[in-house]
């Protein structure tokens, strides 16, 4: 056992690494430069046709959802415990600066993700149920040929793995210790009564998720539609409430971030062991681990679309990074950095979580309702974020073994929430949060190869536009 955690670690430690990092910025950067940074160029185009069309009636046929259920379904995903326990983290360990490193993995990665995004709808296909089926797995078979396709099944393999650590058990425990908590917050001698609180809440989250993914990618898009938006508003106006009553602060904060990225001693002190390449890797990282751009997976959800034109599409994956990381993570770090709960702890990994967030809303809406209003977001945001990631495995399972793996594979995807919920699965998580990082490299592969194609689509789409 002890080998196997010292291999897993080693491997973590290159995937999550400033190498893997690079490769990830990288190719934004390279996919920026070669469509004209169309991140930037067409941001206001990308706004008025995803989030400007949210109220447009859209329909969508069998095996489809609409463009913004297939969005809010991979916003479901990536939306996350990342968001909140992420970034804090980042943060604690990595100083302020890591904030802007965090900004820079995201305004290279919305270009990212619109060609992964691009790719997804044009090299998709038709399941035996005649539902879309799309992904870094079938963009690497249909566009790079036969040759490729052993890179597709890695791909496949790792997620399907995968989303049973970073879609599943990490979201249990942080919704089951979110809720032990608020429990404790009202009634202190509810801490003898953890397991038995965890076993109920992985229970109920587990019929939850199970009632909705029997009804298939339909049944998960009418669902995240609903809940994405809601969960993304009160979080939004929570913390813009606790920056306002904090904005006396808010200029010193800027300072300290834009100082932090390239000298964090003159920050945090030199006792806190903070480097710049340190507030750079948990920026750049946590970015990444949040909005998921260049791991693959949101294409998945993606490629289920009604929308026929790929760039069209693509263009919700610029909005999901911006809504996902330059939005709700900012106000995550603003909370916890303008509150200034994290003063004084920087470099100690106890504090680089969720209780550091929870002090920083209890500040203003105090302990008993910070806890619970922090509850309540690690609670919407991970469960949605199983309900994304259990398409996820489950698109990877049916590309590997066909439709008739998809029930057994949701079935052990529910029973594994329970036990996530209440049983030590350190190690499971840590492999599958290795994997998670692994699936980048088959999908960076892809892009690489097809950037040609991502290039010509959108110079065309936006040639034929003028």
């Known amino acids: 056992m002890d080998a196997i955690i010292q291999i897993n670690s080693a491997i973590n430690g290159f995937v999550w690494g400033p190498v893997m990092l690079v490769l990830l910025v990288g190719t934004g950067l390279y996919l920026s430069i070669s469509t004209g940074f169309v991140q930037f160029r067409r941001f206001g185009y990308a706004m008025k046709n995803t989030i400007g069309k949210v109220f447009h009636k859209a329909e969508a046929g069998h095996g489809e959802i609409t463009p913004f259920q297939a969005v809010t379904t991979a916003l479901a995903a990536t939306v996350g415990t990342g968001n909140i326990a992420g970034v804090t983290g980042a943060i604690v360990l990595g100083g302020p600066g890591a904030v802007f490193w965090m900004w820079i993995s995201a305004l290279v990665g919305m270009c990212t993700k619109y060609a992964e995004v691009l790719l997804a709808v044009k090299y998709r296909e038709r399941n035996e149920n005649g539902e879309w089926v799309g992904g870094p797995m079938y963009y690497i078979k249909n566009g790079l040929g036969k040759h490729f396709k052993w890179l597709g099944t890695v791909f496949a393999v790792l997620g399907a793995i995968a989303a049973f650590g970073i879609g599943n058990i990490s979201q249990i425990n942080s919704i089951a210790d979110s809720v032990n908590q608020v429990a404790q917050a009202f009634n202190p001698a509810a801490v003898d009564a953890k397991s038995t609180i965890a076993l109920v809440t992985g229970i109920v989250i587990a019929l939850f998720v199970?009632?909705?993914?029997?009804?298939?990618?339909?049944?998960?898009?009418?669902?995240?539609?609903?809940?994405?938006?809601?969960?993304?508003?009160?979080?939004?106006?929570?913390?813009?409430?606790?920056?306002?009553?904090?904005?006396?602060?808010?200029?010193?904060?800027?300072?300290?971030?834009?100082?932090?990225?390239?000298?964090?001693?003159?920050?945090?002190?030199?006792?806190?062991?903070?480097?710049?390449?340190?507030?750079?890797?948990?920026?750049?990282?946590?970015?990444?681990?949040?909005?998921?751009?260049?791991?693959?997976?949101?294409?998945?959800?993606?490629?289920?679309?009604?929308?026929?034109?790929?760039?069209?599409?693509?263009?919700?994956?610029?909005?999901?990074?911006?809504?996902?990381?330059?939005?709700?993570?900012?106000?995550?770090?603003?909370?916890?950095?303008?509150?200034?709960?994290?003063?004084?702890?920087?470099?100690?990994?106890?504090?680089?979580?969720?209780?550091?967030?929870?002090?920083?809303?209890?500040?203003?809406?105090?302990?008993?309702?910070?806890?619970?209003?922090?509850?309540?977001?690690?609670?919407?945001?991970?469960?949605?974020?199983?309900?994304?990631?259990?398409?996820?495995?489950?698109?990877?399972?049916?590309?590997?073994?066909?439709?008739?793996?998809?029930?057994?594979?949701?079935?052990?995807?529910?029973?594994?929430?329970?036990?996530?919920?209440?049983?030590?699965?350190?190690?499971?998580?840590?492999?599958?949060?290795?994997?998670?990082?692994?699936?980048?490299?088959?999908?960076?592969?892809?892009?690489?190869?097809?950037?040609?194609?991502?290039?010509?689509?959108?110079?065309?789409y936006f040639k034929a536009l003028k």
């Not at 006396?248 to 480097?275: D, E, H, L, Q, R």
């Not at 049983?423 to 990082?437: E, F, K, P, R, Y």
């Open 210 to 460: 199970g009632l909705v993914v029997i009804g298939g990618v339909k049944r998960i898009g009418q669902v995240t539609e609903k809940l994405v938006p809601f969960m993304a508003i009160i979080y939004i106006v929570c913390a813009v409430i606790v920056v306002i009553a904090h904005a006396g602060a808010i200029p010193a904060v800027f300072g300290m971030i834009f100082k932090g990225a390239f000298n964090p001693s003159a920050v945090v002190g030199g006792a806190a062991g903070i480097t710049i390449r340190l507030a750079m890797t948990k920026g750049v990282g946590r970015g990444v681990f949040s909005n998921e751009a260049g791991l693959g997976s949101a294409p998945i959800a993606h490629a289920s679309t009604s929308e026929r034109d790929p760039v069209k599409q693509g263009l919700y994956g610029i909005f999901e990074v911006f809504m996902d990381t330059i939005v709700i993570c900012t106000l995550t770090a603003l909370v916890v950095l303008c509150s200034g709960v994290a003063e004084g702890h920087w470099g100690e990994g106890a504090l680089a979580g969720a209780t550091t967030t929870i002090a920083g809303f209890s500040t203003v809406f105090g302990q008993k309702f910070g806890a619970t209003l922090l509850a309540l977001g690690l609670l919407l945001f991970a469960t949605s974020t199983i309900l994304g990631w259990s398409l996820y495995g489950t698109r990877c399972i049916e590309y590997l073994f066909g439709h008739k793996a998809v029930k057994p594979y949701q079935l052990l995807f529910v029973i594994v929430i329970v036990l996530g919920a209440v049983a030590d699965l350190t190690l499971v998580w840590d492999i599958s949060d290795t994997l998670n990082g692994l699936m980048a490299i088959p999908n960076l592969i892809g892009l690489l190869l097809l950037s040609p194609v991502v290039i010509k689509v959108t110079r065309d």
